[in-house]
């Protein structure tokens, strides 16, 4: 039997400083703050992955682009002014951290792209939306894109995004798809389609944006949505594919941050474990028997929903990450740490 279901898919090196004596004048100099690092090259990198620095930035000092803290969130999360895409936004995993995304210092507008129409009055989507109109002062817009099949479209939709702002700061890339099928009754197009979306759809978007990034000069930071998945076989869960499609995510990740790091674009992914979702709920209607399993997989002996990713995205996407690339920051409750 062929279940397919649309799905969400599914800190750091401390320093240790060695005691010197110090003058009298330097140890008030360190106290009052003002001490500034001294070696070019340490310089240089601050100002390089800054998310939120343009590559032209003059030299000679520490980047310090934190702005003022925001309802109590500290400065190096802060994403004022940001202007983010975000992917398979319509709904679960994607329509959360857009959500999320707004609330961390009122974003200057957050773009959506999904392949399905703009969701009805009373969706979760359009509450979010009237939210970022009436509460927060902001605005989220809808795109109706398919990832895998409407490549020029994903491409006007993003230049004419980056026209609008004069940059693109962000991307989330949560379009995915699912499909659970025994390895042997796979055929030639599920793959394909499978692949097409999960992979080479998630690359298309991040080219995309990269391109209007590169276009102007700006740095920025990419999150790919990948998977726990991508690392480990789901014990009773039948998803070969799935699980090859978020390996290469992964991979892709790593391999884009390499080859756009000098650009002062940052890459990295994020790996869910189970989360649930309305599909998924769905899905346990069906095998109720997942839903008792699935949780005794992990250390923490539960299931995650949405809104337990919503810290992370931000983390990827503002200053705080900003010296982080080429990582993948995995969410799975120690699932895969057995």
Sequence with gaps: MTLTFRVAPSLSGLSRATPRVASGGAIARRA??????????AIENQLRFASSQPPSSPKGGVAQNFSSPANGILPEFNLRGKVIIVSGGAQGLGVVQAEALLEAGAIDSVHVLDRQSEPPAGSQYQKIAQRARDELGTAVFYHQVD???GVDNLNSFVEEIAEKHGR????IAAAGIQQETPALEYTA???DRMLGVNVTGVLMTAQAVARQMTRFGSSGSLVLIASMSGTVANRGLICPVYNASKAAVIQLGRNLAMEW?????RVNTISPGYIVTEMVQKLFTQFPERETEWPKQNMLNALSKPEDYRGAAVFLLSDASRFMTGADLRIDGGHAAW
Excluded: E, F, M, Y
């Design 168 to 171: 693109i700061d962000g991307l």
């Design 32 to 41: 009052a703050g003002i001490v500034a690092l001294r070696t070019p090259h």
């Design 189 to 191: 197009a599920d793959a």
């Design 261 to 265: 790091g000098p650009k002062g674009i």
């Design 147 to 149: 990832v895998r099949t």
